[in-house]
């Protein structure tokens, strides 16, 4: 498996893959601190969503950042210093039952307040408020998932430019400046904003999706 960006979330998702098992290779253009989108990113990390799954995705995601079992430093990366959240009109029609999933989901200290709220005036308007939510640093967390990658036996390159990927029934080769890698599956978390690192190829499977590469 080749992850192509060292980002936080090609981060994280090569991390996860190789904590199950998956043998990975992280690809990466730029020197360790200079993941731009990662490193300007406001970090903010909370449970509550006015869509139900991304709440229970969210919810999730939040207990792997308060665990400090998940990071090799051994703290929690949250600065938990709470989110209040006040959904537009239409967006929640039950802050309360929002609320009530997140405390379901082990939030226990979530609630609904029309009132001031973690120092914030709320002029009667409902709003969520997790005391739990915060911020991390995403670059320090993208550096601990790729600590993660390596304690799991994967590999991290940076400096390669990718130039080319090629695809076909099974496989798929990745091209950059240096080295060519072989993979069966490619991940491509180049960010939202950056284009494909390569035109379709006979064979290849590239398609754009609102500005994202992706390919199968």
Same mark, same amino acid.
């Given at each position: 498996?080749?992850?192509?960006?060292?980002?936080?979330?090609?981060?994280?998702?090569?991390?996860?893959?190789? &904590? *199950?098992?998956?043998?990975?290779?992280?690809?990466?253009?730029?020197?360790?601190?200079?993941?731009?989108?990662?490193?300007?990113?406001?970090?903010?990390?909370?449970?509550?969503?006015?869509?139900?799954?991304?709440?229970?995705?969210?919810?999730?995601?939040?207990?792997?950042?308060?665990?400090?079992? &998940?990071?090799?430093?051994?703290?929690?990366?949250?600065? %938990?210093?709470?989110?209040?959240?006040?959904?537009?009109?239409?967006?929640?029609?039950?802050?309360?039952?929002?609320?009530?999933?997140?405390?379901?989901?082990?939030? &226990?200290?979530?609630?609904?307040?029309?009132?001031?709220?973690?120092?914030?005036?709320? %002029?009667?308007?409902?709003?969520?408020?997790?005391?739990?939510?915060?911020?991390?640093?995403? %670059?320090?967390?993208?550096?601990?998932?790729?600590?993660?990658?390596?304690?799991? *036996?994967?590999?991290?390159?940076?400096?390669?430019?990718?130039?080319?990927?090629?695809?076909?029934?099974?496989?798929?080769?990745?091209?950059?400046?240096?080295?060519?890698?072989?993979?069966?599956?490619?991940?491509?978390?180049?960010?939202?904003?950056?284009?494909?690192?390569?035109?379709?190829?006979?064979?290849?499977?590239?398609?754009?999706?609102? *500005?994202?590469?992706?390919?199968?």
């Amino acid at each position: 498996m080749v992850v192509v960006g060292a980002g936080i979330v090609g981060a994280g998702t090569a991390a996860e893959l190789a &904590r *199950g098992g998956r043998r990975v290779v992280v690809l990466d253009r730029g020197h360790p601190t200079s993941r731009i989108a990662t490193t300007l990113s406001g970090g903010m990390v909370r449970a509550y969503d006015p869509d139900p799954k991304i709440r229970a995705w969210a919810a999730e995601s939040l207990h792997t950042y308060l665990d400090p079992s &998940r990071w090799p430093s051994g703290e929690s990366e949250v600065r %938990a210093v709470g989110s209040v959240t006040m959904p537009s009109t239409g967006d929640e029609p039950d802050p309360a039952a929002a609320a009530a999933d997140l405390v379901a989901a082990g939030f &226990r200290d979530t609630h609904v307040r029309d009132s001031n709220a973690l120092g914030v005036a709320l %002029a009667g308007a409902g709003a969520v408020v997790e005391p739990s939510a915060g911020y991390v640093e995403p %670059a320090d967390v993208a550096a601990q998932w790729l600590t993660r990658v390596r304690e799991n *036996g994967g590999e991290v390159h940076h400096g390669l430019t990718v130039t080319e990927l090629l695809t076909g029934p099974g496989a798929a080769t990745v091209r950059t400046d240096q080295v060519s890698v072989e993979a069966g599956n490619v991940v491509v978390a180049t960010g939202a904003w950056q284009p494909p690192p390569s035109s379709p190829k006979a064979g290849g499977c590239w398609s754009r999706d609102g *500005g994202r590469g992706r390919s199968r």
